[in-house]
C-alpha cells in the first residue's frame, strides 16, 4: 500500500470515527440531562483517538496526556462537573498536540491549545476544500456538467405536472395528500453537531500552531526598563515597612485574639480584606519577579524579607477567610478561595526558591503550573458541595443557625448531612423544615437517577445510603419555602378595607 492510498484509508477511518462520535453524541445529550454519559463520551473521544492517530500512540507524552484525560473522564462517570470536564479538554487538547510538538513550559503549551481552539473552527472547512480540490483532480464526470445533463429533464417534466395538474384532478388531489417533512428538527440536530464536529475533528486532524519551541527567550532582558540599584533598594525598604504595619496588625488582632476597636466585629475584620490582600500579594510577586534578577547581596535579602511579609500576608488571609466561615458557614467557593490563596503562597516561596538557587523562569513556570494541576486534580476528585455541608452541619453550635435554603440549593450534595442533622435535631418543627428539605432533594436525585441519561455511579452511592437510613420512600409534605419554611396563613380581609356590596 502506497502512501497516498494509506493516507486516503488513514482520513476515511478519521471520517467514520468522527461520524460514530457525533451520533454517540445525539444519544447521549440530544434533549437530555447528562450525567454519567459525559464521562462516558470523553472516554470514548479517547478511544477514537487512540485507534485513528498511530502518531499519539507513538509518543510518550501524548500517552501520558490521554491518562490524565482517561482519569478525568472516570471521575465525570462518577460525578458530573464543570471543572472535570475542562480538564478533560484541556488534556485532550494536549494529547492532540504533543505528537507535533514537545513540551516546553505551560505558557507555550497555553498558547498554542489557545491557537488550536481557534484553528478548530475553520479544520473542516479546510479538510473539505482539500478534498473537493483532490476530488477535481480525479477522471470522471464533472459536477457541472452532470448539473447540465439534468437541467432540461427535471425542469420539463416539473413543469408538465404542474400542467397536469391544473388539467386532472386525480394528479392535484395526489400532489395535496403529499406532506414535505418538518424540516426544522433536522436544522436543530445539524445546528447540535456543529460543535461536536468542530472539537473532535480538529484533534483528530490538527495542525501544528504558530508557537513553536524557543520562540520566547525566558532568561533574556526583561521588556521593561531596568530600575537603579538605588531605587530598588529605597522601594524595597519602603514596601517592608508598609508591609510591617499591616503583618504587624494582623498579628495583633487576628493572631493573638486580642479584641477589636469599638464598633468593629471578628467578622468584619476577617471579610473585608481578605482578597484585596491577595491582590496585594499578587502584585508584591510580580515586582519581586521584576527585582530578582539582580545578583546583588543587599537586594536579594531584601527581596526574602519582602517575600517572608508576603507570605506571612496570605496566611492572614486564609486565617481571616477561616474566621469569616467560622461566622457565615462554608460554601464550595469559600473552599476555593482558599486553595486559590494556598496556591498564591506556593507561587510566592518558588519564587525565592527560584532566586536563591538560580532556576530559570521557565523552571518557575513550569513549577506553578504543576502546582496548580495538582490542585485542580484533587477539586476535580472531591465534592465540594457534600465537604461544605458535612462542615457546616458538624460545626454548627445549634441545628438552628443552618441555612437550611442554602443546604437545599446544595442539592443532593448535602442529603447525606442532612440526614445526619435531622437525627441529631429535638425541636419537631425543626425537624419537619429538615424533612421537607430531605424529601425535595432526595427527589430530585431519584428522578435523576431514574434516567440512565443523568445516572451517576455517586448518585447511586449516595441514594443507597440515604436510604439506608430513612427507607426508601419520599414523604408527601405542602408545599413551603426554601429551606422548609412554612408559608404564612394569609389574613381575612379586614370589614374596613372589604370592597362595598352592590
Known sequence: ?????????????????????????????????????????ALAWIVILLLTRRDLRDSRSARGALAMATLFGSLLVDDPGPLKALMVLIAIGMATLLPLRRYDDAIHAAGRLLVHGALSLVAPLRDAARLSRTRRGRSGPKLAAVAAMLVVPVGGSALFLALFAQANPLIDDAFAAIRI????????????????????????????????PGSVT???????????????ILSLVTFNLIFAVQNGLDIAFLWSGAPLPQGMTLADYAHRGAYALIVTALLAGGFVLYA?????????????????????LVASSILRTIDYIAVYSLTPWRIAA???????????????????????????????????????????????????????????????????CHLERTGPSALLPLIALERRTADPALRERIGYVIDIVAADL??????????????????????????????????????????????????????PRP
Open 181 to 212: 417533512p418538518d424540516l426544522s428538527a433536522l436544522l436543530y440536530r445539524l445546528l447540535f453537531s456543529l460543535p461536536f464536529l468542530l472539537l473532535i475533528w480538529s484533534s483528530l486532524r490538527p495542525r501544528k500552531t504558530l508557537l513553536a
Open 292 to 312: 530578582a534578577e539582580s545578583e546583588d547581596a543587599v537586594l536579594r535579602r531584601l527581596i526574602t524579607i519582602w517575600v517572608a511579609q508576603n507570605v506571612l
Open 1 to 41: 500500500m502506497n502512501g497516498k492510498t494509506s493516507g486516503s484509508f488513514t482520513f476515511g477511518f478519521k471520517l467514520i470515527g468522527a461520524a460514530a462520535l457525533i451520533g454517540l453524541a445525539h444519544i447521549f445529550f440530544y434533549g437530555e440531562e447528562p450525567g454519567w454519559t459525559l464521562g462516558g463520551f
Open 218 to 232: 525566558w532568561d533574556a532582558a526583561p521588556l521593561l526598563p531596568r530600575l537603579a540599584r538605588a531605587t530598588l
Open 338 to 404: 482558599l486553595a486559590w490563596m494556598g496556591l498564591v503562597a506556593v507561587g510566592l516561596v518558588l519564587i525565592l526558591w527560584r532566586m536563591w538557587r538560580r532556576r530559570s523562569a521557565r523552571w518557575l513556570v513550569n513549577a506553578n503550573a504543576l502546582a496548580a494541576g495538582v490542585v485542580l486534580t484533587a477539586g476535580c476528585a472531591s465534592d465540594l458541595g457534600a465537604i461544605a455541608a458535612s462542615w457546616n452541619v458538624a460545626h454548627a453550635r445549634s441545628a438552628a443557625d443552618i441555612d437550611l
Open 446 to 499: 431519584i428522578r435523576a437517577q431514574a434516567d440512565w441519561h443523568s445516572w451517576t455511579w455517586q448518585g447511586a452511592r449516595r441514594l443507597a445510603a440515604a436510604r439506608s437510613r430513612i427507607g426508601t420512600q419520599v414523604r408527601s409534605r405542602p408545599q413551603r419555602r426554601c429551606g422548609g419554611e412554612a408559608f404564612l396563613p394569609q389574613a381575612a380581609p379586614s370589614p374596613l378595607t372589604e370592597a
